[in-house]
């Protein structure tokens, strides 16, 4: 689990730090937003629009991957990278929170978790055994440990349970990905980096008892930050971040699992974190939503109708430099895919691009002021037709 990765910070203002994660598979510069490919696909994105608006690193799901496909047959066919024509890095997801989501369809032990295939309701079973293997054959440069994940307004009893769950599985994890290092190397990505996941819900307490106990276990490459963005108030998910700040390593990265909305962004990387990935973007685009420095619109409200201004005047995406939002409009009620596709490359541009700003802000030692002004303009919410 050592080489080839490697976490350089190359300058910080405040909290916020702005870096550089070497993978495997190239280099990342930090902070980061992870575009979404649940199914080995960014949603409506080809991987030569990703690499356009300078993404640098996407994240699939194992879960998914392991139902259809099949883990093995992505195995068998190169490992991600090549299945889905992607050279740059590559980030799984466990399934966790997937398992987890399948309430009235899993039961959960100490051993795992038993669940039915949300496809065709075969019975399956994740342990963090069975996880790592999984993880192996997909392929991805970083890949993250099976925890158990609750509510994010769950009880403290609720919260220990999945907190204390999560850290014994990430002993088994680390040791089955010991193993299969040194049994099965024969893999698409033989050096990969293992993230634990720091979990406790919204009680600091928790939070500083899992990372302590995370960090007894290894010299983790990175960690990730989970339980957030599943229900509980925003200002709750930001305490949250200053705990773990204040609780992990400085050295390492911080990835805070499944958060996207522009705000969150803005507002985590003062809080230190320095990866993010949400599905949000892509999911958005396909009802509408897209973002702007004024805020949060939508395609099909009626004012939009002779818009011939881009989605997004200060944005220079492909869709933006090339299309009025009156265009754009226009193909999202006549339900035409071109419509889709469009929104969503601005959004998932928009939050590439933001944290490309915040990175040099943080270079600059503006960050801070920076960020004010971008959060009181974003959700000033006004409207420039």
Same mark, same amino acid.
């Given at each position: 689990m050592s080489a080839p990765f490697a976490f350089r910070i190359d300058g910080t203002d405040g909290h916020a730090r702005a870096g550089c994660f070497s993978t495997t598979h190239g280099e990342v510069l930090t902070p980061q937003f992870m575009p979404v490919g649940t199914l080995a696909s960014v949603k409506g994105l080809d991987p030569d629009d990703l690499h356009t608006l300078g993404a640098t690193m996407v994240l699939s799901n194992a879960y998914h991957l392991h139902l259809r496909p099949g883990d093995d047959t992505v195995r068998t066919l190169g490992g991600l990278h090549t299945f889905m024509q992607w050279p740059k890095p590559i980030l799984t997801d466990s399934g966790g929170f997937q398992v987890f989501s399948l309430e009235g369809l899993r039961t959960i032990d100490e051993d795992g978790?038993?669940?039915?295939?949300?496809?065709?309701?075969?019975?399956?079973?994740?342990?963090?055994?069975?996880?790592? =293997?999984?993880?192996?054959? !997909?392929?991805?440069?970083?890949?993250m440990q099976f925890d158990h994940v609750v509510p994010g307004q769950s009880p403290e009893p609720l919260a220990r349970e999945a907190m204390e769950r999560s850290v014994r599985w990430l002993a088994r994890c680390r040791d089955e990905f010991a193993r299969l290092c040194i049994e099965d190397p024969d893999v698409p990505t033989p050096e990969q980096a293992l993230f634990p996941i720091v979990q406790g819900g919204i009680h600091a307490g928790l939070r500083r008892e899992s990372s302590a106990a995370i960090r007894d276990l290894h010299d983790w490459h990175g960690y990730g930050i989970g339980g957030l963005s599943v229900g509980e108030a925003k200002p709750d998910m930001y305490a949250m971040l200053d705990v773990t700040n204040e609780a992990l390593p400085t050295d390492k990265p911080r990835y805070l699992m499944g958060v996207g909305f522009p705000e969150d962004l803005v507002e985590g990387v003062a809080r230190g974190v320095d990866l993010f990935d949400c599905v949000a973007p892509t999911r958005m685009g396909r009802t509408g939503a897209? +973002?702007?420095?004024?805020?949060?619109?939508?395609?099909?409200?009626?004012?939009? =109708?002779?818009?011939? !201004?881009?989605?997004?005047?200060?944005?220079?995406?492909?869709?933006?430099?090339?299309?009025?939002?009156?265009?754009?409009?226009?193909?999202?009620?006549? %339900? %035409?895919?071109?419509? $889709?596709?469009?929104?969503?490359?601005?959004?998932?541009? +928009? !939050?590439?691009?933001?944290? =490309?700003?915040? =990175? %040099?802000?943080? $270079?600059?030692?503006? +960050?801070?002021?920076?960020s004010r002004d971008w959060l009181a303009r974003y959700h000033s919410k006004i409207f420039t037709p």
């Amino acid at each position: 689990m050592s080489a080839p990765f490697a976490f350089r910070i190359d300058g910080t203002d405040g909290h916020a730090r702005a870096g550089c994660f070497s993978t495997t598979h190239g280099e990342v510069l930090t902070p980061q937003f992870m575009p979404v490919g649940t199914l080995a696909s960014v949603k409506g994105l080809d991987p030569d629009d990703l690499h356009t608006l300078g993404a640098t690193m996407v994240l699939s799901n194992a879960y998914h991957l392991h139902l259809r496909p099949g883990d093995d047959t992505v195995r068998t066919l190169g490992g991600l990278h090549t299945f889905m024509q992607w050279p740059k890095p590559i980030l799984t997801d466990s399934g966790g929170f997937q398992v987890f989501s399948l309430e009235g369809l899993r039961t959960i032990d100490e051993d795992g978790v038993e669940f039915r295939s949300h496809i065709d309701g075969s019975a399956r079973k994740f342990t963090p055994e069975s996880v790592m =293997r999984i993880e192996r054959n !997909l392929g991805a440069d970083v890949i993250m440990q099976f925890d158990h994940v609750v509510p994010g307004q769950s009880p403290e009893p609720l919260a220990r349970e999945a907190m204390e769950r999560s850290v014994r599985w990430l002993a088994r994890c680390r040791d089955e990905f010991a193993r299969l290092c040194i049994e099965d190397p024969d893999v698409p990505t033989p050096e990969q980096a293992l993230f634990p996941i720091v979990q406790g819900g919204i009680h600091a307490g928790l939070r500083r008892e899992s990372s302590a106990a995370i960090r007894d276990l290894h010299d983790w490459h990175g960690y990730g930050i989970g339980g957030l963005s599943v229900g509980e108030a925003k200002p709750d998910m930001y305490a949250m971040l200053d705990v773990t700040n204040e609780a992990l390593p400085t050295d390492k990265p911080r990835y805070l699992m499944g958060v996207g909305f522009p705000e969150d962004l803005v507002e985590g990387v003062a809080r230190g974190v320095d990866l993010f990935d949400c599905v949000a973007p892509t999911r958005m685009g396909r009802t509408g939503a897209f +973002f702007t420095a004024n805020g949060r619109r939508n395609i099909k409200n009626a004012q939009f =109708r002779l818009a011939d !201004l881009p989605l997004d005047p200060e944005c220079q995406c492909s869709t933006c430099t090339r299309f009025s939002t009156a265009y754009v409009r226009h193909l999202f009620v006549c %339900e %035409e895919i071109l419509g $889709l596709r469009l929104i969503s490359l601005h959004n998932v541009h +928009f !939050l590439v691009t933001l944290m =490309r700003s915040a =990175r %040099e802000a943080v $270079l600059a030692g503006t +960050f801070d002021g920076w960020s004010r002004d971008w959060l009181a303009r974003y959700h000033s919410k006004i409207f420039t037709p």
